[in-house]
């Protein structure tokens, strides 16, 4: 079966600038969450949605946003860019519990 | 009390040696506790989990030992071979309380020789 699809695989953005990074899950998997990676920081939770509800957040500031479709697909939008935003980010999908998250390969964002 | 504390930070092995990555964790509430192996460019892919009723298990070369009183879980990784070479995150869950997220380790680089 198909696994959980990022797109893009990278991106370079410019400070103050936008983006929004695409999650498409694992047929039949109606809870996506989204995770920052980096060096420093390590893996930290984003957000996480079911059924179009977004049901936890982290600690991440409101530029962070995300929503999720009738689909279970999910986007993620950041705003306002700040260097500090480049990471990886990696979505995952399960059928509704933390139980056997499947992670995509990620989205490789760069703001210069 | 929501964090999980991995050693070592990197590790490096012979091949057919043993493996070892312990963590540490605060909240008690934890119920799930997943071992996740990252490659180079990949998103994490879950290795090998286990609930709190268990001490001990096993798939394949890969055994979560887990000590509940210690609040304490490790990773073996027997006869370990260059291809195991990644890093490798715990992570801890609180998932029957219905707050749906992982808490993970900083991560253990591993490296085996051949």
């Known amino acids: 079966k198909a696994g959980v699809t990022q797109t893009p695989r990278y991106l370079i953005k410019t400070r103050g600038q936008q983006v929004t990074l695409s999650c498409s899950p694992i047929?039949?998997?109606?809870?996506v969450s989204w995770y920052q990676q980096t060096p420093g920081q390590g893996l930290q939770f984003l957000f996480e949605?079911?059924?179009?509800?977004?049901?936890n957040k982290g600690n991440f500031p409101g530029r962070f946003s995300g929503r999720q479709f009738s689909n279970s697909r999910s986007e993620m939008n950041v705003s306002t860019l700040e260097l500090g935003d480049s990471a990886l980010y990696l979505c995952?999908?399960?059928?509704?519990?933390?139980?056997?998250?499947?992670f995509g390969s990620g989205t490789r964002l760069t703001v210069v | 009390q929501q964090q999980v504390k991995q050693s070592p930070q990197s590790l490096i092995v012979q091949k057919g040696g043993i493996s070892i990555i312990n963590c540490a964790y605060e909240?008690?509430?934890?119920?799930?506790f997943p071992w996740y192996q990252q490659f180079p460019g990949k998103g994490p892919a879950l290795l090998i989990a286990?609930?709190?009723?268990?001490s001990e298990k096993k798939e394949g070369r890969f055994t979560i030992s887990f000590n509940k009183s210690a609040k304490q879980f490790s990773l073996h990784i027997m006869d370990s071979q260059p291809g195991d070479s990644a890093t490798y995150f715990c992570?801890?869950?609180?998932?029957?309380?219905?707050?749906?997220?992982?808490?993970f380790g900083t991560g253990t680089r591993l490296l085996v020789s051949p």
């Open positions: 995952a999908s399960s059928w509704g519990q933390a139980y056997g998250y499947t």
């Open positions: 047929s039949g998997h109606r809870s």
């Open positions: 949605y079911f059924s179009e509800t977004q049901r």
């Open positions: 909240n008690t509430a934890f119920d799930y």
């Open positions: 286990i609930r709190p009723d268990v």
């Open positions: 992570a801890a869950s609180l998932g029957n309380t219905g707050f749906q997220k992982l808490v």
